[in-house]
């Protein structure tokens, strides 16, 4: 499984941007995608989490209520929609993929086996 992010820039505090990640091959029921975010420093930390089929989602607290994690089955892609950006979004942006045998939704960096290259995020003060 491969994925490729896109969408990432530079934008002003406020502003929106929404990230795309398109996977190589038909996502089955069983997956766990989410995004994460890695600032210079810091760990790699959950920003959104979906369960592929029953649509469940897990979001940071940060950015609960400004972000939202969607898929669209007939792409093969997963987007996060990021609004009222903060500076202190600012980081580079993972989509990961993993399949889930036992149907939990994933929200550690440690579980996921799939990662995209990664998406620049610059939020400018």
């Known amino acids: 499984v491969q994925l490729e992010e896109s969408g990432g820039g530079l934008v002003q505090a406020g502003g929106s941007l929404r990230l795309s990640c398109k996977v190589s091959?038909?996502?089955?029921?069983?997956?766990?995608m989410g995004w994460f975010r890695q600032a210079p420093g810091k760990e790699r930390d959950v920003v959104a989490a979906l369960h592929w089929s029953d649509m469940y989602q897990h979001y940071a607290d940060s950015v609960r209520g400004r972000f939202t994690i969607s898929r669209d089955a007939g792409k093969n892609a997963v987007y996060l929609q990021m609004n009222s950006l903060k500076s202190e979004d600012t980081a580079v942006y993972y989509c990961?993929?993993?399949?889930?045998?036992?149907?939990?939704?994933?929200?550690?960096?440690?579980?996921?086996?799939?990662w995209g290259q990664g998406a620049q995020v610059t939020v400018s003060s």
């Open positions: 990961a993929a993993d399949r889930i045998r036992d149907g939990q939704l994933r929200t550690r960096a440690d579980d996921y086996d799939y």
């Open positions: 091959e038909p996502i089955r029921s069983a997956y766990s």
